[in-house]
């Protein structure tokens, strides 16, 4: 049977109703019937080729929520009807050192499920049934679609880099990702600021958690915070005064980018001898996700959505490019 969705033909088009023959269902697939799917900054990218390997037509969608409908010969331990989300990745080889460590998205065969691969803005999408990462009771199904790539990508290198209840954090930009961060880091037990471009989100980001907030335009709070944190997630795809940032740190101090910036990087070398730390991340892999979820449902986190039927997703679209999202659009199948 086909599948029904959404798509982009070219680089920043229009999505358009399109349809597509899936095949037969691969041994270790399941196939997941669409009920929710986030808008993410990376379908924007992807939707625009920004990254250069994006392939048309091109139906996006990666913060899916849906049950299982069916499911390949191999698979064991999933049920038909069992809510599951999948996030950026569909796959991994399985085999290699990280996948055996359990680190997939670190596998070099990792498969994006928008990547040469049809995603969720669809009544169904097909993932390695190991991507389908079951959803805990507690969380809704209309909010929890973001948790699956944004929600994923802040919890992981918290995870990762070892973010104890002791430290001091920060979160650089308060939006999709952001108000994600603030309140992960606040439930760990952290001392939390945002740092945002002005004070205009002050009030909702204390009330995610943070205890302070720096406005970076025309202030100099930035600089006043020298030496404060342990770690800082940036979340932002601009260039930013990255000096600044690392002297905000505290002695081995980290500074996670999850935003993708632009540009190069420029950073003097000299303030990283205290054991400072510039590094990467992005969305975890299935057993991170499942970690971040069970973690969020005890915790009280949780996305804040709005939400459009997936029948308006170029209204959707035109929202979250406009910057207007508060904090992230989810579609509704
Ligand atoms: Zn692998
Ligand atoms: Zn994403």
């Known amino acids: 049977m086909s599948i029904k969705g959404y798509a982009a033909k070219g680089p920043k088009q229009p999505l358009e109703p399109f349809e597509y023959e899936?095949?037969?269902?691969?041994?270790?697939?399941?196939?997941?019937k669409v009920s929710h799917c986030g808008i993410c900054h990376s379908d924007l990218a992807m939707i625009d080729n920004d990254w250069g390997f994006t392939g048309y037509p091109l139906v996006p969608g990666h913060e899916v929520i849906g049950t299982i409908a069916a499911i390949g010969s191999d698979v064991e331990g999933v049920t038909i009807g069992q809510r599951v989300g999948v996030g950026w990745h569909c796959g991994s080889c399985g085999h290699c050192e990280w996948c055996g460590k359990g680190l997939e998205s670190l596998c070099a065969q990792e498969r994006g499920t928008i990547v040469h691969h049809h995603g969720g803005w669809a009544d169904a999408v097909r993932v390695q049934a190991k991507f389908a990462i079951p959803i805990p009771e507690a969380l809704e199904s209309a909010s929890a679609g973001p948790f699956l790539c944004a929600g994923s990508t802040v919890f992981t290198p918290m995870a990762r880099f070892?973010?104890?209840?002791?430290?001091?954090?920060?979160?650089?930009?308060i939006g999709g990702l952001g108000h994600l961060a603030v309140q992960f880091l606040a439930a760990f037990g952290c001392e939390v600021t945002a740092i945002s471009s002005s004070h205009s989100k002050d009030d909702?980001?204390?009330?995610?958690?943070?205890?302070?907030?720096?406005?970076?335009?025309?202030?100099?709070?930035?600089?006043?915070?020298?030496?404060?944190?342990?770690?800082?997630?940036?979340?932002?795809?601009?260039?930013?005064?990255?000096?600044?940032?690392?002297?905000?740190?505290?002695?081995?101090?980290?500074?996670?980018?999850?935003?993708?910036?632009?540009?190069?990087?420029?950073?003097?070398?000299?303030?990283?001898?205290?054991?400072?730390?510039?590094?990467?991340?992005?969305?975890?892999?299935?057993?991170?996700?499942?970690l971040m979820l069970e973690f969020a449902a005890r915790s009280g986190v949780r996305p804040i959505v709005e939400t459009f039927p997936m029948t308006k997703v170029n209204e959707a679209l035109d929202h979250v490019r406009a910057n207007k999202a508060r904090y992230r659009v989810v579609l509704e199948a």
């Open 204 to 290: 909702e980001a204390r009330k995610m958690g943070a205890t302070h907030f720096i406005a970076t335009k025309g202030t100099d709070e930035l600089k006043q915070a020298a030496g404060s944190f342990d770690f800082i997630i940036s979340t932002v795809g601009a260039d930013l005064p990255w000096d600044e940032y690392i002297a905000a740190l505290r002695p081995q101090g980290r500074l996670v980018l999850v935003g993708i910036p632009d540009s190069a990087l420029k950073i003097m070398p000299f303030p990283l001898l205290a054991e400072k730390s510039v590094s990467g991340g992005s969305c975890g892999g299935p057993s991170d996700t499942a």
């Open 162 to 173: 070892g973010v104890t209840p002791m430290m001091k954090t920060a979160v650089v930009g």
């Open 22 to 32: 899936p095949g037969p269902l691969g041994p270790h697939e399941v196939e997941v």
